[in-house]
C-alpha cells in the first residue's frame, strides 16, 4: 500500500467501491473504541447513535447510485470545546458538566452537512488552558506510541484518538499550539489555520484573538481536505473572512526554489535529538531544490510573556461568563447570596491551571496595572507581527521544531509548570502573528517518541505550507511514516 496515500481518501474509495458499508465501518471504528479508549482515554463522549444515524443516511446514498463528497461517511471526532447540538459539550471542566448546547459550532455545521460520521468528543486540557491534557477534569489522553507520555494539549484527546486510529481525523482547537503540539508528539499532521480562516463561531471562548479551529489528520493530503471543507466565511463570526483558496488542488507542485527561512533563535534550548531531526529534514529540503534563507528573530524571545499575559486577559474576560445561573455547574445549596452561590460555584468548578489564569488575566487587566503588563504585551504583540512580516519579504515558508522536545512522561506538568509554559515556546508565536502554520513527522526519538517540525507560511498562503509539506512527506515516506495505519482492520 502507497505510505502516503491519504487516509480519508482510501477510506472513501472503499466506501465508493462497495467493498465495506459505512454502517460495517462506523461499527468497526466504535468497537475500536470500545476495546482501546480505556488504555488512550481519547474520548469523553461516544455518540453511537448519531453516528450510527449517518451511516445508514450514507449507506442509502451509495446505495442508491449518489455521488459522496469528499468527508461523507468517514468517521471523526470534534474536541469537546466545539458546540454540537443536543449533545453535551464541557470543555473538559467540571463547571460545564452537563451543558447540552442548543446550537453547532459553523465547523461541526458544515461538517455534518457533509455527513460526516461524528464518533464522539475527545479529551482536552480544562477550556484548552495546558500543553499535556492533564489539566482536562476526566484526567489526560495517553500517547499510542508509549501510554506511560501524555499525548500533548490542548487538543490530547484528538491526537490520541487519531494516533490510535479510534477516529480517521478529528478537529481540535489552536491558541498557542495546541493543534500543532499534540499532532507532533502522537506523530501526527496539524494544521492551525491563518486567524479568520476558520469560523470560531461555536467555539467555547479560550482567548479569543488567538482561537483557530483545525484539522489534526494522519497525513498532510487528509489536513488539506479537511482545511478546504471549514474555511469558509462565515456572517457568525465577525473575523471570518474564509480560506484564501482550495489548498487539494495545490498539493503536488514542485518546490524548486522555495525559500525556506530559518532562524537560530528557534533552535536555542532544542534538545539535542530534536535539533538533529530537524538538520537532517532541511538537508531532505535541499534535496528536493529548495533554497535555505538564514534570518535573525530577536522578537523570538518576548512572545512566551506576551502570550500568557494576552491570553490570559482575555480568558479571564470569557470565562467571566460561567456564573451557574443559566446553565453548567453550580454548588450545593449552602449558600446565602448570589454572590456567594457564584463565588462558592467558581471555587468548585474551575480546577487550579484555569484559576490561575483567570487571577492573572484579572491582575493584568486592573487598573494599577493595566498600562504595565497588558498595554506592554500589546505593543509587543505588534513588534511579533512586524519580524515575521519582515521575514516573509525574503523567503516563502520558515521551518522550526514545532515542540523542542518529545511527548512528556505523564506527570510532567504538575511537577514543573514553568517549565511546561517554556514548551511553547515554538508555537506560542505563530497565534501571536495570526499566522498559519502545520506540524508534521520528521524522525523518532530513541524511545521511538515521535519528533515534529513546523512549516509557518504567511497570512492565508495555507497552500504553500501544506504542499511544502506534502513533498517532505512524500520524500520520507519510508522512514517516517511508517507507522502510519491508513485504515480499519478489515
Ligand atoms: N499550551 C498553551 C496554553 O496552555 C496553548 C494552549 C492552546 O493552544 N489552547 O495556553
Known sequence: MEKTKGKIKYLGELLRNKEISCQELTTKYLESINQDNGKLNAYVSVTEQEALDTAKAVDKKIASGEELSPLEGIPMTLKDNISTKDIETTCCSKILQGYVPIYNATVWDLLKSQNAVLL???NMDEFAMGSSCETSCFGGANNPHNLAHVAGGSSGGVASAVGGNIAAYGLGS???????QPASFCGLVGLKPTYGAVSRYGLIAYASSLDQIGPITSTVEDAALVFDAISKKDPMDSTSQGGAE???AKLNQDIKGLKIGVAKEYFEGVR???KKALEQSIKTYVSLGAQIVYFDLPVLKYALPVYYILACAEASSNLGRYDSIRYGYRTDENYHSIHEMICKTRSEGFGKEVQRRILLGTYVLSSGYYDAYYKKAQRLRGAVVKAFQNAFQSCDVILTPTVPMTAFEQGFSSKDQIETYQTDICTVPINIAGLPAISIPCG???KG?????????NTFCESTILNAAYQFENACANQIYKNVDLGVKL
Open 246 to 248: 482550495p489548498t487539494l
Open 444 to 446: 523518532f526519538d530513541s
Open 120 to 122: 464522539g468528543k475527545t
Open 272 to 274: 539535542d535529538d530534536v
Open 449 to 457: 517518541l515521535p519528533i515534529g517540525m513546523q512549516l509557518i507560511g
Open 174 to 180: 489552536d491558541t498557542g499550539g495546541s493543534i500543532r
